[in-house]
């Protein structure tokens, strides 16, 4: 089955095609990033203007590029949608996410669905950035050939870490569509800690990027400099987060240190800021594995494409905690695009009816259009 993915929920316009939930055929994502580095910071508004202008040129692309891998060169990018060349279905994100952003997704996936008479299945943006995990990734070898790596799909059930700018959720995936939440956030989620932290900072937007390369930066240089931020909620016996005091934290040291953009200040509290953040997700993903009984964890979200957390959890398995199937995307499927949207729609295949699907800024993770899965166990 081939799906037309699109996402819109925040600053990226993006539309893939994807193969039976795992062969990517096309992958494109437009980011508004750029705009928003000037503003230091999305404005709803001024995403949602330009994603008007790029979602249908972005989902031509990804039609043409898809016509180009089928080989399909003589086909015009109406015909991809009849019946002769399969689009068998679109998949649009309905939420979370803004309200502007998810509205050109969702009216644009609507239209066509209507106007070529294809099932259209709405999809949950979180639940969704799981699926990174059932994609096959291709390589690209030395000589340029493409070449898709070896890979088995994850065995089921698990738990996954949703960690994405908005949100921060630990579910137990027991089978497609059957997911249950077993812990979150109690105020900022990781990405956003990233994002206010680096603020503080001075480093531009997005702030995980930006506080990952300053980390860098400290370790190379392999000052002594150090700082203690807290771990807040590790050793409680839950599953729940809570980063907000993080940004407290940090405005407390900037304050006694002095001037955040030293660069000896700036780049050790960007460190401690990465290594506070990534302590607290592995030792809570990891705790949720064991008590829950389950062979794989998957990571996903834009926050799993940092390189610290992938090796915190790579080190812990591989040390202590042997036997765990972890897995993560490579970076460029973790962050927002619609190769996953395309992946879930597969997975969790449920038609709605164009007239019944509306953009929803506020779903939960368990929520597809104000329906829950399953409720907290
Ligand atoms: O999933 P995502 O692309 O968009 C949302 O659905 O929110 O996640 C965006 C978040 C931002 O907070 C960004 O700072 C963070 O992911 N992020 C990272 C890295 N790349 C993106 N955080 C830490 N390290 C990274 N390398
Ligand atoms: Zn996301």
């Known amino acids: ?65 898809a016509i180009e891998k089928l080989k399909n060169k003589k086909q015009s990018v109406p015909q991809f949608f009849s019946s002769s060349v399969p689009v068998d ?19 644009t996936a609507r239209t066509l669905a209507y106007v070529f008479n294809k099932p259209l299945v709405p999809v949950n943006h979180l639940a969704a950035h799981i699926y990174a995990n059932w994609l096959r990734p291709e390589v690209k070898t030395q000589n340029a050939i493409r070449k898709t790596i070896k890979f088995t799909e994850p065995k089921l059930p698990a738990v996954a870490l949703v960690v994405s700018g908005g949100h921060t959720d630990l579910v137990l995936l027991k089978e497609h569509g059957n997911m249950v939440w077993i812990g979150g956030t109690r105020d900022d989620a990781a ?19 930006a506080i990952a390369a300053e980390a860098a930066n400290f370790q190379m240089t392999n000052d002594k400099f150090q700082i203690k931020l807290p771990r807040p909620m590790i050793g409680e016996d839950n599953f729940d987060f809570s980063f907000s005091g993080l940004k407290t934290a940090v405005l407390r040291e900037v304050s006694s240190l002095g001037f955040a953009r030293d660069k000896k200040v700036s780049s050790a509290i960007a460190y401690e800021v990465q290594e506070a953040i990534t302590d607290v997700l592995v030792e809570k993903a ?3 594995v064991k008590e829950y009984k389950v062979g794989t964890l998957l990571l996903a979200g834009g926050v799993a494409a940092n390189q610290r957390l992938r090796e915190k959890f790579e080190l812990r398995i591989g040390d202590s905690e042997s036997g765990i199937d972890f897995r993560v ?36 993770i368990t929520q597809i259009g104000g329906r829950l899965t399953e409720r907290k166990e």
Not at 337 to 363: D, H, M, R, V
């Open 1 to 65: 089955m081939i799906i037309l993915g699109i996402e819109t929920s925040c600053d990226e316009t993006a539309a893939s095609i994807v193969k039976d939930g795992r062969e990517i055929l096309s992958h494109v994502v437009a980011s508004s990033a750029q705009m928003h580095i000037e503003t230091g910071g999305i404005i709803p508004e001024r995403a949602a203007r330009e994603q008007v202008r790029s979602i249908i040129p972005v989902i031509e692309k990804a039609l043409l590029e």
């Open 89 to 107: 279905a679109i998949a649009v994100t309905v939420g979370p996410g803004l309200v502007g952003s998810l509205l050109v997704g969702v009216e």
């Open 191 to 209: 990405g956003e800690a990233f994002d206010k932290t680096a603020r503080i900072l001075g480093l531009p937007y997005p702030g995980g990027p």
């Open 286 to 288: 990891l705790r949720a």
């Open 329 to 364: 995307a490579p970076a460029w499927l973790c962050t927002d695009n619609a190769s996953y949207i395309a992946s879930y729609a597969y997975y969790n295949f449920k038609p709605t009816p164009w007239q019944e699907i509306s953009a929803n800024p506020g779903l939960t």
